[in-house]
């Protein structure tokens, strides 16, 4: 019999809506029923696309002895992270503090007044490597409750004290500057991996918003090392089993350092994050191979991750339906062997296809499988022939059972591919991936703004055209703010400049403390033991820094004072922390280079259809300045009609003309896209 989780839209605790668990979702009343009981609460926290979820809940929540353990001895509570980012921050803070290392599933207990005394992620149904069992936890908790009440109660109120005691304070820390961007340069230098590219060891994540900061810090001082690094990242995973050599996008992370072996789930973040950082690569330096990327990521997204109402699904999960024993296991999509891929080519080409792809016999992954690479450099065959045998193996793959899908529309990630495709779009001349960043933009304001009482309110998720119940959080606002514009300046249309400012303005109102840092979630949103706060990106940018970017470009498109001065004391943790750990504050740094920058402020003028125009307009957007922002429209109205940046701009000779404004100083308007690109620091794409 499903237990509370049946009526929920979260994929993932649909999941878990048949386990004899008696799952709780998220809410007040499962705090007073375990007060009624006198019972601890079980926290468990995952997400629709994590193997190890899966795993743990194959062991044990599935169990009918566990479960009724369980259910005799605590109030089960089951929470999606993706719908629920502030309450999983909370408790991931809390873990990260007490264990020294985080991660999901995360199972946390907690006192009725939802204060956590004990901690922990996976655990295994029997004792390994030195982990106990989820029994043996679960015992262990009991007991703890039951005889040593005190003790228990006393170490909740201590860990409650400790989080109440990492409030933030970098409101006066002054806005980072070009010390602090060099510095911090130098740091990513340190760490960068020039073997293989990327930063750091094992596992090795896609530095995304990093990457983003080497583009525009190149920019803008033209410091050869920072393009360098990036360029070489990019092919590194770009070459590596990270990225789907068949279909496009990329896989969550690579097991290893050299990209050989990735954590196979899909994000929808990750894909459209690394979809705009290999345009603008292009847009840097005319690369082939990051044009290629860019739009097969792009391409992936629309065909793999777009829902039928417009928006993008979550995820595609790491495992799927190995077709010769039946069982779900990680990678069975994507892994081939020798003689698989001679099944479907023949000898000749498949042998062929092993050597391109680094198919070998022993294996890269698992049971004598490999991941789909391009280890050599350069072009490894005659582009058609290359083209015919990729196309034959993703039709004999897409025969395969495919992975699941978390349809959940999650509004920051949606921003982002916003952004990606509304661009890419632009760069590569197809207008279709501006009409899918266009549609997709229309559900966030259908079905994710709710305007009750008079005000704009942005709703977390939604699934199959109804929004979750779940509020917006800073990310949210930040992240859509940011496709919004984004989309504002590839189409023309001012209703995506003034669907930001709704966003921002709330951030400004909702969001934003006295000395000028920002918080997770809005000053009204349900009260947690502690107000999540952190600026630092994870594997998207953080809230804080998102709306930092946006707050800025907004203020350049309207010249408002209230946001660039929001932006600038936003970007006071830049200052602090840009020099010390650039590797978890990137999207912080590239808005810092826009910042310095500027950012400029472009106003393209003349006659709809006007190829003169068009010239102008895609020459802007392919400035390399960072952060710039872009208008374009029609002469005349003396008050810039929906993008004030238009304001009082004519055409000159009677053709269309570009007005670079910068620091509040504007240059002479041109006619010509050379000039054009000269001041803005159009490459060589």
């Known amino acids: 019999m499903p237990n509370r989780l049946a009526n929920e839209t979260s994929p993932y605790l649909l999941q878990h809506a048949d386990n004899p668990v008696d799952w709780w979702p998220w809410s007040p009343e499962a705090f007073a029923e375990a007060r009624e009981r006198g019972v601890p609460v079980l926290l468990s926290v995952g997400y629709s696309s994590c193997h190890w979820c899966h795993v743990l809940a194959g062991e044990s929540f599935e169990d009918e002895r566990v479960a009724a353990y369980m259910n005799e001895h605590f109030v089960n509570v089951k929470v999606d992270r993706e719908e629920r980012p502030d309450v999983d921050a909370v408790y991931m803070e809390a873990v990260q503090a007490a264990t020294g290392q985080g991660g999901w599933p995360m199972t946390v207990f907690l006192t009725a007044d939802a204060e956590p005394f004990y901690f922990g992620t996976y655990f295994p149904p029997e004792p390994r490597h030195g982990m106990p069992s989820f029994t043996q936890v679960l015992e262990g908790v009991r007991a703890a409750w039951v005889d040593r009440p005190e003790e228990v109660a006393e170490v909740a109120q201590k860990i409650v004290r400790d989080l109440a005691g990492r409030q933030l304070d970098y409101g006066k820390a002054g806005t980072p500057g070009p010390e602090e961007l060099a510095q911090a340069l130098l740091g990513l230098t340190r760490e960068y991996d020039a073997t293989h590219g990327g930063f750091g060891g094992a596992p090795k994540f896609p530095p995304s918003m990093v990457l983003e900061f080497l583009l525009r810090h190149h920019a803008r001082t033209g410091a050869e090392g920072a393009l360098q690094m990036a360029a070489d990242t990019c092919e590194a995973m770009a070459r590596g089993g990270i990225y789907d050599q068949l279909g496009g996008g990329f896989a969550r992370y690579s097991v290893d350092r050299e990209w050989v072996v990735p954590h196979f789930e899909k994000m929808l973040y990750d894909n459209a994050l690394l979809c ?410």
């Open 276 to 685: 705009r950082v290999y345009a603008h690569l292009w847009r840097a330096t005319g690369s082939d191979l990051a044009r290629r990327v860019a739009l097969e990521t792009a391409d992936f997204m629309v065909r793999e991750l777009r829902t039928a109402q417009g928006g993008f699904a979550s995820a595609l999960d790491a495992d799927s339906e190995d077709p010769l024993t039946g069982e779900h296991v990680e990678g069975a999509y994507y892994a081939w062997t020798p003689a698989q891929l001679r099944e479907v080519l023949g000898d000749a080409d498949g042998d062929l296809a092993a050597g391109w792809f680094g198919v070998t016999e022993e294996g890269t992954f698992e049971h004598g499988t490999s991941v789909l690479r391009l280890p050599q450099d350069g072009p490894v065959a005659e582009a058609g022939k290359f083209a015919e045998v990729r196309a034959r193996l993703l039709a004999a793959r897409d025969r395969r059972p495919a992975p699941g899908r978390d349809d959940k529309v999650v509004a920051a990630w949606n921003g982002l591919a916003v952004a990606a495709l509304a661009e890419c779009g632009a760069y590569f001349e197809r207008p279709d991936l501006v009409e899918r960043a266009t549609e997709a933009a229309d559900l966030l304001v259908r079905l994710h703004f709710d305007a009750t009482g008079g005000r704009v309110r942005l709703a977390r998720t939604s699934k199959d055209g109804r929004a979750g119940a779940n509020a917006g959080v800073l990310e949210d606002y930040g992240d859509v703010a940011e496709g919004f514009l984004a989309l504002a300046a590839v189409t023309g249309e001012g209703v995506w400049l003034e669907f930001a400012g709704f966003l921002l303005d709330l951030v400004l109102d909702r969001f934003t403390a006295e000395d000028g840092t920002l918080y997770d979630t809005a000053h009204d949103a349900e009260r947690l033991i502690r107000r999540p706060q952190d600026p630092t990106d994870t594997a998207a940018p953080s809230g804080w820094t998102a709306a930092a970017g946006a707050l800025l470009s907004y203020a350049a498109h309207t010249g408002s004072e209230a946001h660039r001065t929001a932006a600038e004391r936003a970007l006071g943790v830049v200052h602090a922390l840009g020099p010390r750990v650039p590797r978890f504050i990137g999207h912080g740094l590239a808005v810092a280079e826009a910042l310095l920058d500027g950012p400029r402020e472009v106003a393209v003028v003349g006659r709809p259809g006007d190829p003169a125009l068009a010239a102008l307009h895609r020459t802007a957007l392919l400035g390399t300045a960072p952060g710039a922002v872009v208008a374009v429209g029609p002469p005349g109205a003396a008050d810039g009609g929906e993008f004030p940046l238009l304001a009082g701009r004519t055409l000159v000779e009677d053709r269309p003309a570009a007005y670079v404004c910068r620091h509040f100083v504007c240059a002479r308007p041109t006619t010509d896209p050379a000039a054009l690109a000269d001041e803005l620091g159009t490459a060589r794409a």
